[in-house]
């Protein structure tokens, strides 16, 4: 391979790494995946501290108007029902199932079987 090839090819493979753009990220995750992982290390952190980990993770999202994935607002609704505040847990799992209808029937079955408790 001559000199000139090589500088064709290395100024071609520079060209397209510089076109490149990393992909776009559909949702906001933040913490959630961490306050998962706490959530199955019992007694890591607190369910209220789990709970305003999530909150703040919300807040973010909306203030950069970024989409929270699947599965939050249903994190956040049994965080709530595991501490007692059933209305909240209901608000949440309600919410999720407005933003992710795809998980409405399992929101239906928290909301009608336990009446959003899960202990």
């Given at each position: 391979?001559?000199?000139?090839?090589?500088?064709?090819?290395?100024?071609?493979?520079?060209?397209?790494?510089?076109?490149?753009?990393?992909?776009?990220?559909?949702?906001?995750?933040?913490?959630?995946?961490?306050?998962?992982?706490?959530?199955?290390?019992?007694?890591?952190?607190?369910?209220?501290?789990?709970?305003?980990?999530?909150?703040a993770s919300?807040?973010?999202?909306?203030?950069?108007?970024?989409?929270?994935?699947?599965?939050?607002?249903?994190?956040?609704?049994?965080?709530?029902?595991n501490t007692?505040?059933?209305?909240?847990?209901?608000?949440?799992?309600?919410?999720?199932?407005?933003?992710?209808?795809?998980?409405?029937?399992?929101?239906?079955?928290?909301?009608?079987?336990?009446?959003?408790?899960?202990?």
């Amino acid at each position: 391979m001559t000199k000139l090839t090589k500088s064709i090819i290395l100024g071609v493979v520079i060209t397209l790494a510089g076109c490149a753009t990393a992909p776009k990220k559909i949702y906001h995750w933040d913490n959630y995946q961490t306050t998962v992982y706490h959530y199955y290390q019992s007694g890591k952190t607190s369910p209220d501290e789990q709970i305003a980990a999530l909150n703040a993770s919300l807040e973010k999202s909306r203030a950069s108007a970024k989409k929270v994935p699947p599965g939050v607002h249903a994190h956040l609704g049994l965080l709530y029902a595991n501490t007692g505040r059933t209305d909240l847990a209901f608000q949440e799992f309600n919410h999720e199932k407005a933003l992710f209808p795809e998980s409405a029937p399992f929101m239906d079955l928290l909301l009608s079987k336990n009446k959003g408790e899960t202990k």
